[in-house]
């Protein structure tokens, strides 16, 4: 028996509430990027090179100011809680992210010619600089406020909208295969359901910054096409880069899919947090 159909004043106001979304999504875009010009271009006059912190205080600015005009400022994106639940949750992620990341590397290397060397170390200004606040700005722009104005809409849209945007926004990164796109559009889901595992941003925060450091810095690999100054260990291959990942990274690699989609039912399987649907 197939389900009764919705009610046409509900489904009108359905769509109503789906336009009315574009307000919020709107005025965070254009605060977020005139912010970002902004000091941007004030930060390049003065010759300081903060991108990644510049990006992440944008970021910061415009969840802080589209809460204030739209929501007269109700509303927790699950970034500042008690330190001890944010020091727990981040530290999950990271354990979470090192068995993703851990088990590709493994298969990667089973499977292939690949091995680890010793590299020349691990340069940590660039961790404090690019590492930290890339995790945290994408977390906050990408499973924050706007992920979560539009899951209360429509949870189906919410992840898939913002896995396709996650995706699509690393696709001009060097090295990209349409492998790594694909790859980057699990890991957007795989990071939404992150996000409802606690109903907070401090579980994906760990996972995305673990898998971003174990990739590059400690393993070796690209991260989204970005090489590191400095790794721990370095990759030595003679196999294809479908299965390595090639310049792009191990998110290139055939080998992920197959992790992310253990771990993406993994964490759907999981109870989420109150409110979900």
């Known amino acids: 028996m197939s389900d009764s159909p919705v009610p046409a004043p509900a489904a009108r106001e359905r769509a109503l509430e789906g336009l009315r979304l574009l307000a919020p999504v709107s005025l965070f875009i254009a605060i977020y990027l005139a912010t970002f010009l902004a000091v941007g271009y004030a930060a390049a006059e003065l010759g300081l090179r903060t991108t990644y912190w510049i990006a992440l205080g944008s970021a910061a600015v415009a969840t802080f100011f ?3 005009v739209i929501e007269q400022g109700r509303w927790s994106i699950g970034f500042f809680v008690p330190p001890q639940l944010a020091a727990r949750e981040w530290l999950l992620g990271i354990l979470f992210a090192a068995g993703v990341i851990g088990a590709c590397d493994l298969l990667i290397i089973v499977s292939s010619g690949m091995r680890h060397v010793p590299g020349d170390g691990m340069a940590w200004r660039e961790l404090v600089n690019v590492f930290v606040p890339a995790a945290v700005h994408e977390e906050i722009v990408f499973r924050g406020y706007m992920f979560q104005r539009i899951r209360a809409w429509n949870r189906p849209t919410a992840i898939g ?16 295969t349409a492998i790594a796109l694909v790859n980057l ?9 992150a996000y409802e595992r606690f109903g907070r941003l401090w579980f994906p925060i760990g996972v995305h910054f673990a898998w971003n450091v174990l990739s590059g810095p400690v393993l070796g690999f690209g991260v989204s096409g970005y090489e590191s100054a400095g790794t721990l260990l370095r990759t030595v291959a003679s196999a294809p880069a479908w299965a390595t990942g090639g310049t792009f990274g191990i998110e290139a690699s055939a080998w992920m899919m197959p992790v992310e989609m253990v771990a993406i039912a993994f964490l759907g399987s999981r109870k989420r947090v109150a409110g979900s649907v």
């Open 66 to 68: 589209t809460i204030r």
């Open 161 to 176: 909208a913002t896995a396709i945007l996650f995706s699509a926004l690393h696709a001009g990164n060097g090295g990209v």
């Open 185 to 193: 559009t699990l890991a957007g889901v795989l990071l939404a359901l």
